[in-house]
Every structure is written in structure tokens, then in C-alpha cells.
């Protein structure tokens, strides 16, 4: 049964799958896109989807908020200055997953995760 198992662990430790989804956050909002597997685009979704609702109230304890999670001062400042505002009427689904086929290593589902317009 799945009862109360908030997230996928990814089979990593907790610091290790907190630092994957922060560099694959920090690499949506600064390409819009990244291609990775459908388990990691799906919790990377969730964080991504979190931290631009904070950033759309745009206050100071918004943007200490999203420092948390991003480390990186210009990036912050992209995604409170072009990223958040160009969802302004939209109540979620910031972005989406979509499939793209198989990895030739390892035969992964693989999926490409994306800003939505």
C-alpha cells in the first residue's frame, strides 16, 4: 500500500535527491525545458510548480522563500521577473511532462519537462 509515502525516493539519500531536484529546477528556469526520466520530471514538476506560485505574491518573504530552494541570485530574479508574471491569471499547472520514448543505455523512460505557455 502507498498510504502516507509523500514522494519517490529516486534511490538516492535525502541530501543527494535534494540537490538533484534544486540542478534540475535551476536547469528548467534558466532553459525552460530539460529532458530527463519521467520519475525525476514528475518530483522536479512538483518543486518547479511550488516555487512559482511563491514567486507570484513577489514580496520579500516570497523571494527569501524561493532562496531556500535556489540558490543562485540571478535565477531568483529571472524567475520573479519574467517567469512568475507570465502566469499571473493561471491557478497551476506551470508546467508539463511530456514523453519522449526510451534511452538508449538503459532502456529508461525518458520525458522532457517544460515551461507551459
Known amino acids: 500500500m502507498r498510504h502516507r509515502k509523500d514522494h519517490r525516493k529516486?534511490?538516492?539519500?535525502?541530501?543527494?535527491?535534494?540537490?538533484?531536484?534544486?540542478?534540475?529546477?535551476?536547469?528548467?528556469?534558466?532553459?525552460?525545458?530539460?529532458?530527463?526520466?519521467?520519475?525525476?520530471?514528475?518530483?522536479?514538476?512538483?518543486?518547479a510548480e511550488r516555487l512559482i506560485t511563491v514567486a507570484k505574491r513577489g514580496d520579500l518573504a516570497a523571494r527569501r522563500?524561493?532562496?531556500?530552494?535556489?540558490?543562485?541570485?540571478?535565477?531568483?530574479?529571472?524567475?520573479?521577473?519574467?517567469?512568475?508574471p507570465r502566469y499571473d491569471g493561471r491557478e497551476g499547472g506551470y508546467t508539463r511532462v511530456i514523453r519522449a520514448g526510451r534511452r538508449v543505455g538503459d532502456n529508461a523512460q525518458m520525458a522532457i519537462l517544460e515551461l507551459a505557455d
Not at 539519500?13 to 525525476?40: C, G, Y
Open 65 to 84: 522563500e524561493v532562496l531556500k530552494q535556489v540558490r543562485d541570485q540571478d535565477l531568483v530574479g529571472h524567475l520573479f521577473e519574467e517567469i512568475a
Open 10 to 47: 529516486l534511490g538516492r539519500a535525502a541530501d543527494q535527491r535534494l540537490a538533484l531536484l534544486r540542478s534540475q529546477v535551476d536547469s528548467l528556469f534558466r532553459h525552460n525545458r530539460i529532458r530527463t526520466t519521467v520519475e525525476k520530471a514528475k518530483e522536479t514538476q512538483r518543486l
